[in-house]
Every structure is written in C-alpha cells, then in structure tokens.
C-alpha cells in the first residue's frame, strides 16, 4: 500500500492532465470573449467592446482580496470544483440568451469565480507535480496557456462566422465543465494544503493578513512597480498595437503572422525558464523578461517595418514567456504556503486593474494616435525594469550592510538564504 501511495504521490500524470485541459478551457474562454467582442463590432459600436472588457475586469479587481483570503481559510480543493462548476453553469445559462448586456452580466459573474477558482488550482498546484519542480510545473503550465492564447483568438475569430456566439459561448460551457471534472479526479489524490486556522478568522482580517503577507516580503515589494507598468504597457499596446500593426503590415495575413511571433516567442520563453540553469534566477527571469518586452514594444513604435518587427516580437515573446514563469516561482519563493491563494489572487487584481487601465489609456483618438501610444508603452515597461534594477540594487546593498554589521569577523560568511537570485 505504501509503494502504491508512493508512486501515485510521484506520478506526473496529474500535471500533464491539469496542463492539458487547462489549455483547453483557456481556449473555450478566447472563443467566449472572442464571440463577444464580434458581436459588438458587429452591431456597429465599438465602444461596447470597451465597456465589455472593463464589466470583466472591474468586479474582479475589487473582489479578487477576499477571494484569495476565502481560499486560504477553506478547503482550496472543495472551492476549486465547485467553482468550476459555477463558472460553467453561468457560462452556459449566458450561452441561452440573446441579450448582449444579459451574457456581458453572466461572464462578469463567471470571471469573478474564476478569482476563487484560479487561486485555489494556484495553492494545489505543488500537490499535484509528483516528482516534477515547481519550476519546470510552473514553466509547463505556462507553455500550455501560450498554446492556448496563440491558437484560441484565430480559430475562434474563424468560427464566430459559421457557428455564431450562443454555440462558441456553449463550448466554452462545455470546456470548463471538463475542467471540473478533471479537477474532482486531482483533489481526490491530494491532501488538504496548509491554510489559516484562527478560530477568530474573519473575511476582511483574511484581505489584511495576505495583504500583509505579500508587502512583508522585501523582494515581491522591490519588483511590484515592474509588475504593474508591464501588465499597464502590454494591454497598452494590445489596443494601439492592433491600429499601427495593421497600417504597417498592409494585409491581415500579414498582420497575423507578425502577432504570432510574439507567441511562438513566449513559448520558447516558458519553456527556457524551467531549464535547471534559468529556474533558480528569478529576478533574471523576471526583470529580463520585462527588458525584453520593454524594447521590443519600443522596436515596433519606433521602427515601421514588418520583418523587423516580427524578429522584435520573437524576442519580445520570449521575454514574456520568462517574466510569467518567473513571477509564478517568485509567488512559491516568497509568500508562506498559508497565504498562497491570496498572493495569486492579489496578482490578478493588479492584472484587472492594470488592463483596465491600459485599455482606457491604450486607445487612440484618431488612427495617427497609435504610433504614439505604441512608443508611450514601450517608455512605461522600459521605467519599470529601471525602477526594479534600482530597488533590487538598493535592497541587496542594504541586507549586504546588515549581514556586516551582525557578523564582523572577515572569516564568516552571509547566510544564503539572504541573498537575492539574479
């Protein structure tokens, strides 16, 4: 019984299945918000897609702290089906309507579970990788979700025509509903993770204590402004990207192909952060990553040639694809195992908010706007991987002298566990 409890605690079968289907669902989510943001343009008011992509964002931004704490006070597995569950059963009732603002309505609903639902698949995540680190799960995980964001916009996009939004916001249904059935399979090979246990417990002194435990730490602090001004600069370029791309690029073929280099790119990126030589240096994945991202975005502002554009989206790509791995390994480094759930909740508030932000800011007035907006964007990713050199360089000087004063004979060493990975 031992060997057999052994190997299934080893076993990557859990991984590769919450890998794959993961990816799937993500791909029936690109095909809902896909149908949605067709349906508006095709009503012939482009601001509805404005309004859509902020009805997602804004409740869960504000909801997304006491979804994080819920999932560190209770049971993280019970909360992750049961949401799922939730999630596509308000997917599907959306599916049966024919209101626009009726489903808008039923997908904001469905987003903010999906806050208790990732944070919770986020805490389990090292329960359910067998023998596999936590670096190379997080890096498959990423690889996963680029496949998935690379080919859900264009096949979605290519069947809104023949099969229609009800259908696309039905698979969508159909997807996350096997994402739950697969989750119920994984929790019942897992234990319980650690989480609060203080009788005295109440939902907004659970926001205060993640919070709490999140600004505690020195290096998540240090790299929070890059975090924010990336999320800001991509969603940025997101919008104004799509108006200077088309004008340089001439046909929608080859507009397409130039967007997909960016994908294949983070691809390679993910994949490359969990090599055993990269995964310990997070804030080289981390702050590099967004280095990359910064100058590739300003290569598209600031040079209108397509072939060279695509060559700065490879690596672009591949800067995004590290700096996502990275902050996924910063999470697990830094942030004790009973506030988990909360770090990565926390995470998707900043990324809500700073969507929002870039979509209002991102979109142009006239169409000469854009380039502008495109070269803004790459500034505001450029400031903030100084800003983190900066903080990073100041923090290490600061445990330097300390580990000095505390220990004054020049035969003893610093502890390593004080040093940063870089």
């Known amino acids: 019984?031992?060997?057999?409890?052994?190997?299934r605690q080893k076993s990557v079968v859990p991984l590769v299945a919450l890998v794959l289907i993961s990816s799937l669902a993500i791909v029936g989510d690109e095909a809902a918000s896909?149908?949605?943001?067709?349906?508006?343009?095709?009503?012939?008011?482009?601001w509805m897609v404005t309004w859509f992509s902020l009805s997602l964002a804004i409740p869960a931004m504000i909801l997304?702290?006491?979804?994080?704490?819920i999932v560190d006070r209770y049971d993280p597995r019970k909360i992750w089906v049961a949401c799922l569950a939730l999630q596509s059963l308000c997917i599907g009732i959306a599916s049966l309507q024919d209101d626009f603002w009726s489903r808008v309505a039923l997908l904001a609903a469905s987003n903010v579970i999906n806050i208790l639902s990732s944070s919770a698949a986020f805490a389990l995540l090292p329960s359910l990788i067998g023998s596999v680190r936590i670096e190379r799960a997080n890096s498959l995980m990423a690889i996963g979700s680029s496949l998935a964001y690379m080919v859900g916009p264009?096949?979605?996009?290519?069947?809104f025509d023949i099969v229609g939004a009800s259908l696309m916001?039905?698979?969508?249904?159909g997807t996350t509903a096997i994402l739950a059935a697969t989750a119920l399979m994984l929790v019942l090979r897992v234990d319980r993770p650690e989480s609060t246990e203080d009788d005295s417990w109440n939902l907004f002194g659970g926001v205060r204590d993640g919070w709490q435990a999140i600004r505690s730490s020195p290096v998540v602090a240090a790299t929070m402004p890059l975090l924010i001004l990336i999320m800001i600069s991509t969603s940025i370029e997101a919008v104004a990207g799509v108006f200077?791309?088309?004008q340089i690029s001439g046909t929608d073929t080859l507009y397409g192909l130039v967007l997909s280099c960016w994908a294949v790119g983070s691809i390679i990126g993910a994949y490359l952060a969990g090599t055993k030589?990269?995964?310990?240096?997070?804030?080289?994945?981390?702050?590099?990553?967004?280095?990359c991202m910064a100058l590739a975005i300003l290569t598209e502002g600031l040079v209108p040639i397509a072939i060279i554009i695509a060559g700065a989206f490879v690596i672009g790509g591949l800067g995004n694809g590290t700096h996502?791995?990275?902050?996924?390994?910063?999470?697990?480094?830094?942030?004790?195992?009973?506030?988990?759930g909360s770090a990565w909740a926390y995470y998707r508030m900043l990324t809500s908010a700073s969507v929002a932000i870039g979509y209002i800011v991102g979109t142009p007035r006239t169409p000469g706007d854009a380039q502008g907006m495109v070269v803004i964007a790459g500034v505001c990713a450029l400031l903030g991987v100084l800003v983190a050199i900066i903080a990073l360089r100041l923090l290490r000087l600061r445990r330097r002298n300390t580990t000095t004063q505390e220990t004054p004979a020049p035969e003893d060493r610093a502890d390593p566990s004080t040093t940063i990975s870089n």
Do not use: E
């Open 277 to 291: 030589r990269l995964a310990p240096r997070t804030m080289l994945l981390i702050v590099g990553g967004g280095l």
């Open 64 to 69: 997304a702290p006491f979804g994080g704490a």
């Open 244 to 246: 200077w791309l088309r």
């Open 34 to 46: 896909m149908s949605m943001v067709l349906t508006a343009v095709d009503q012939g008011q482009p």
């Open 324 to 340: 996502n791995v990275g902050v996924r390994n910063l999470i697990f480094q830094q942030i004790p195992k009973a506030h988990i």
């Open 169 to 173: 916001l039905g698979v969508n249904a």
């Open 1 to 7: 019984m031992k060997n057999a409890s052994s190997l």
């Open 154 to 159: 264009a096949l979605s996009a290519w069947l």
